[in-house]
């Protein structure tokens, strides 16, 4: 089992819908979780970060954090193409002082 | 502006040649980091340090070296005994190695070993 696991895409929407991308870990003692966006052939910049259960929002982007079920999801509203990319998370465990990236999900948003 | 200077972007090299790429940061971060991107993985970590003078290896630092003598550079060096050293190397800095600090990353380099 990888330690942080995204479905790998890609997910399409239409233009002005809610994209949801998931990302599930598989260590318990993860206390950090962040959101990258890549654009093709560019590097990662970050969208958010969270490290309690519940919700984060911060304009069109919400982080969901689930610690129990050891998920953490991203919902961007009102989706954009501006919004297509492969969307990156990453896990920090504080035991190890490592942050752990996933795979990515790549997002097409179509007009 | 502040921010993380990668060079050069691209980069060609010979089988059997080391080579170095440089990485540059005026965001008075104590963490700097490398990672290597591949085609359908996520970043992997060759190396990393939070303080000068001092560096810890990553998970994949087989075939790499690195040196913080300032600071401001982390440069990395991709030796001859790298076996696939073609991808794509970002530099990160962070303000500390610890949970709550996110990365900033520099624009990358794009490494062919032909």
């Known amino acids: 089992q990888k330690e942080v696991e995204q479905n790998s895409g890609p997910l399409s929407v239409p233009e002005g819908a809610i994209a949801s991308l998931n990302c599930t870990y598989s260590d318990r003692g993860s206390q950090s979780f962040f959101w990258y966006r890549q654009y093709s052939g560019k590097s990662p910049e970050l969208i958010m970060f969270?490290?309690?259960?519940g919700d984060k929002e911060d304009g069109r982007f919400t982080a969901q954090l689930n610690k129990a079920s050891q998920y953490v999801s991203l919902l961007i509203r009102d989706s954009q193409p501006s919004d297509s990319a492969t969307y990156l998370c990453a896990v920090f465990r504080y035991n190890t002082d490592k942050l752990i990236f996933g795979t990515g999900t790549r997002l097409q948003v179509f007009p | 502006d502040g921010g993380i200077t990668q060079s050069p972007k691209y980069l060609f090299r010979k089988e059997g040649q080391n080579v170095t790429l440089s990485c540059e940061q005026n965001?008075?971060?104590?963490?700097m980091y490398w990672y290597r991107q591949d085609p359908g993985q996520g970043l992997r970590l060759i190396y990393y340090?939070?303080?000068?003078?001092?560096?810890q290896k990553g998970d994949i630092a087989e075939g790499y070296s690195v040196s913080r003598e300032k600071k401001e550079s982390f440069p990395l060096t991709v030796t001859s005994a790298q076996k696939n050293p073609t991808a794509f190397y970002l530099c990160?800095?962070?303000?500390?190695?610890?949970?709550?600090?996110?990365?900033?990353f520099g624009n990358g380099t794009r490494l062919t070993v032909t």
């Open positions: 340090s939070q303080i000068v003078n001092d560096f």
């Open positions: 990160a800095s962070s303000i500390a190695s610890s949970y709550n600090s996110p990365l900033h």
């Open positions: 965001l008075n971060h104590d963490a």
């Open positions: 969270i490290y309690s259960n």
